[in-house]
């Protein structure tokens, strides 16, 4: 009896030996949970930065350096040889509060065991934390704009403009306009976490397009300048000289009207009409079409009444370069000919005295 007494003592001093050791070793794993309570698991990392084992404040460091820091650096604009300095400081938020707690997010969904044994093990509770920010599309719009107004520029149109007997021509230039949509998507993706936290430049090309003018060189249709003075007709294409011809303008008392005019009509072979007329009074009322015509073979008319380019007869060929004319501009026939291929109609024309 005596001995089984004694086992029996034996045995609940080793018992309560046993549940000393275990309340004492849980009482240590729960001191050793609770202590690592603020220190990130191994396993966690964000922008290739390892953040295992980190206390919060190191790990806020950590993210400053590793996400903060690229992410607000100043992008540099570019267009031809204008720059600007766009300070991301003022545009990117860097969510560091929401990255820390995504950092501790392993810890809260792990079990106990799961805890402690990545505590005493240093097995992995692993998490990529995404870099989490915000960029003011407001503000940058408002920036895109600004910026834009010291680029954004009219077109020139090219004029042409008669200087004695000739044409001088100032040429177009191209006008330009930000593309302001696609600018700011340029900018918000390198203001984003792929390309801010890569190796890539902060450098952006303003998205410019150019604007065409609406007269350009090519615009201008050929022309023909008449000067009375010099008996002259010269044809033009743009500002060159494409060829002269001699004429006879109107005598004194059929002056040839002066100003700017249009091509109306180009004739061959018409009849002539009898204008009624004095000096007319005792010709035909009709005239067929042939070298015998007041007008020869062929005829450009103009937006003035009754007033054309022309050709004579054989026996008018001598008043070329003397004012003979009843207004018109009197021309060989061969000339008249090769000016009514050459012109359309539409063609401004200008008579100048």
């Known amino acids: 009896m005596k001995a089984r007494s004694t086992s029996n003592s034996i045995l609940m001093v080793l018992g309560s030996a046993f549940m000393l050791m275990l309340s004492a070793t849980l009482a240590w794993a729960v001191v050793t949970d609770y202590q690592a309570h603020g220190v990130v698991p191994q396993g966690v990392a964000v922008a290739g930065q390892d953040l295992g084992g980190m206390t919060e404040a190191q790990a806020r460091a950590a993210m400053d350096t590793a996400v903060s820091a690229p992410m607000l650096r100043p992008v540099t604009v570019n267009y031809k040889s204008q720059t600007w300095?766009?300070?991301?400081?003022?545009?990117v938020v860097v969510d560091v509060d929401a990255m820390i707690?995504?950092?501790?997010?392993?810890?809260?969904?792990?079990?106990?065991?799961?805890?402690l044994d990545?505590?005493?093990?240093?097995?992995?509770?692993?998490?990529?934390?995404?870099?989490?920010?915000?960029?003011?599309?407001?503000?940058?719009a408002a920036w895109v704009d600004q910026t834009a107004t010291q680029v954004d520029r009219e077109p020139t149109?090219?004029?042409?403009?008669?200087?004695?007997?000739?044409?001088?021509?100032?040429?177009?230039?191209?006008?330009?306009?930000?593309?302001?949509?696609?600018?700011?998507?340029?900018?918000?993706?390198?203001?984003?976490?792929?390309?801010?936290?890569?190796?890539?430049?902060?450098?952006?090309?303003?998205?410019?397009?150019?604007?065409?003018?609406?007269?350009?060189?090519?615009?201008?249709?050929?022309?023909?300048?008449?000067?009375?003075?010099?008996?002259?007709?010269r044809l033009y294409k743009g500002?060159?000289?494409?060829?002269?011809?001699?004429?006879?303008?109107?005598?004194?008392?059929?002056?040839?009207?002066?100003?700017?005019?249009?091509?109306?009509?180009?004739?061959?072979?018409?009849?002539?009409?009898?204008?009624?007329?004095?000096?007319?009074?005792?010709?035909?009322a009709v005239i067929p079409g042939g070298p015998g015509n007041p007008m020869g073979i062929d005829k450009i008319g103009i937006n003035s009444s009754g007033i054309y380019f022309h050709g004579i007869p054989p026996n008018e060929y001598s008043s070329?370069?003397?004012?003979?004319?009843?207004?018109?501009?009197?021309?060989?026939?061969?000339?008249?000919?090769?000016?009514?291929?050459?012109?359309?109609?539409?063609?401004?024309?200008?008579?100048?005295?």
């Open 101 to 115: 707690n995504e950092a501790y997010s392993t810890r809260r969904s792990a079990t106990f065991v799961q805890r």
């Open 118 to 140: 990545s505590q005493l093990r240093g097995t992995p509770l692993p998490k990529v934390v995404a870099p989490v920010f915000s960029v003011d599309a407001t503000a940058l």
């Open 157 to 233: 149109d090219a004029t042409r403009t008669i200087v004695g007997y000739k044409f001088e021509v100032e040429k177009s230039i191209a006008g330009a306009k930000v593309d302001r949509a696609a600018t700011a998507q340029m900018l918000a993706t390198t203001l984003g976490a792929e390309q801010a936290l890569s190796d890539a430049p902060r450098a952006v090309e303003l998205q410019v397009a150019a604007v065409t003018p609406k007269v350009t060189e090519s615009s201008f249709k050929t022309a023909i300048i008449v000067s009375i003075s010099e008996r002259r007709i």
């Open 85 to 91: 300095t766009l300070d991301s400081k003022t545009l």
């Open 320 to 353: 070329i370069g003397t004012a003979a004319s009843h207004g018109c501009m009197r021309m060989m026939p061969s000339d008249v000919k090769d000016l009514m291929t050459r012109v359309a109609i539409g063609n401004p024309v200008y008579i100048r005295r």
């Open 239 to 284: 500002a060159k000289l494409v060829k002269t011809y001699r004429c006879a303008p109107g005598r004194p008392r059929f002056p040839t009207p002066t100003g700017d005019f249009v091509i109306r009509s180009k004739q061959h072979m018409a009849p002539w009409i009898n204008p009624g007329s004095d000096w007319a009074k005792d010709m035909p």
